[in-house]
């Protein structure tokens, strides 16, 4: 028994299509590499800042500091302690809000 495809002639050319992915600006940092988008944020000497949870901070687009935690970008509440860990191997301590705005 001959089938429908077997007496169909073949096709000479396949049509093409080309998609590009949708371009959506960018409104906010990522969740995965908040680095891209924000600039990380540094004591008065240019050491980068972290959280307690030893977590990069960064400095948001109002101003206000955000740390990448597990769960993504989380605001850094005023009276939290944050740390600098120049090259000499001594930790400076802050409090944001206080000593670090």
């Not at 089938?3 to 940092?29: D, I, M």
Request: glycine share 8%; with cysteine.
């Amino acid at each position: 028994m001959s089938g429908f495809c077997e007496s169909a002639p073949a096709p000479t050319s396949q049509p093409r299509v080309y998609l590009e992915p949708l371009y959506l600006p960018q409104t906010g940092a990522s969740v995965n590499s908040p680095s891209e988008q924000l600039p990380p944020a540094m004591d008065a000497f240019g050491n980068h800042l972290f959280d307690d949870n030893h977590n990069k901070v960064f400095r948001a687009h109002d101003s206000s500091l955000v740390s990448n935690g597990y769960a993504g970008l989380i605001s850094i509440l005023p009276g939290r302690p944050l740390y600098a860990y120049p090259g000499s191997g001594k930790v400076h301590s802050y409090w944001y809000g206080i000593n670090i705005w």
